[in-house]
């Protein structure tokens, strides 16, 4: 089941599991340093998929503007267990459709890992620039701006 809850909606549950995917993730299987939990995440829209079943969580990604105004999303990520179930076209089609109920036109700026760009690029993001350096690992400016 999808969810999307302000950070105050979150339940100490939701929080939990949000962090332990994120962290199992980011931090422990891609080997990163670096703070997980950030001030992004008490601004954040939480959108996440539970498992109906067993209540496990698959997937998830926050929605937030930055402090520029600028609006993005971050920390887009699936289980392992939930790889390869379309899962993670399923949340990037959430995140595109509560960015243009709550904001409609809007350019949304991301900086996705290199090795995901091309997921982006499929879902109508743009590179701009130059790959970088970010939390140790090369990522790439992308917008995205919906047409029509």
Not at 64 to 73: C, H, M, P, S
């Amino acid at each position: 089941m999808w969810s999307q809850k302000k950070f105050l909606e979150l339940t100490s549950s939701d929080f939990y599991d949000i962090i332990k995917l994120r962290t199992d993730i980011f931090v422990v299987e891609q080997k990163r340093i670096y703070h997980e939990v950030d001030e992004e995440d008490k601004k954040a829209v939480h959108l996440y998929y539970r498992d109906d079943v067993t209540g496990q969580l698959w997937a998830y990604a926050r929605i937030f503007r930055e402090d520029d105004g600028q609006l993005t999303f971050g920390r887009v990520v699936t289980a392992p267990a939930a790889r390869g179930k379309g899962l993670g076209n399923q949340l990037l089609d959430h995140i595109l459709a509560y960015c243009q109920a709550k904001c409609p036109g809007e350019t949304i700026k991301i900086e996705a890992q290199q090795q995901v760009v091309g997921f982006y690029e499929k879902h109508g993001f743009v590179a701009q620039g130059e790959p970088f350096i970010f939390n140790n690992t090369p990522h790439v400016l992308m917008t995205y701006t919906k047409k029509g």
